[in-house]
């Protein structure tokens, strides 16, 4: 059974750090394409990030780009979401969610999905 287990979340001022780390069992990892979403109270859940299967293809939300970046660790069956000069606008929870190679299509591709990590950011 394919399971994607978030964390890494807390709370952090402006300006701070985090990194997420999405852990999956239960399928061959390096055949799925591993996105990160995210959704703030009374929002749409978003596409922040996304790496393909091989990780030779990474995409950002505009609103991340050059502050969060994205990982794997195939050895690991792990993908990392490093977040740095955090804002309070990237409140939200975080989720991870896989869909087969590649990133393309829409979050509704995605088919697995987990349980989220929640990630504050405020002073």
């Known amino acids: 059974q394919l399971q994607l287990v978030e964390s890494g979340g807390g709370v952090v001022q402006p300006g701070g750090s985090l990194r997420l780390s999405c852990a999956a069992s239960g399928f061959s990892f390096q055949n799925y394409a591993i996105g990160w979403f995210r959704q703030a109270p009374g929002k749409e859940r978003e596409g922040v990030s996304c790496i393909n299967s091989s990780g030779g293809s990474i995409n950002y939300a505009d609103s991340v780009k050059g502050r969060f970046t994205i990982s794997r660790d195939n050895a690991k069956n792990t993908v990392y979401l490093q977040m740095n000069s955090l804002k309070p606008e990237d409140t939200a929870d975080y989720y991870c969610?896989?869909?087969?190679?590649?990133?393309?299509?829409?979050?509704?591709?995605?088919?697995?999905w987990g349980q989220g990590t929640q990630v504050t950011v405020s002073s």
């Open positions: 969610a896989a869909k087969r190679y590649y990133c393309s299509g829409s979050k509704a591709d995605f088919a697995s």
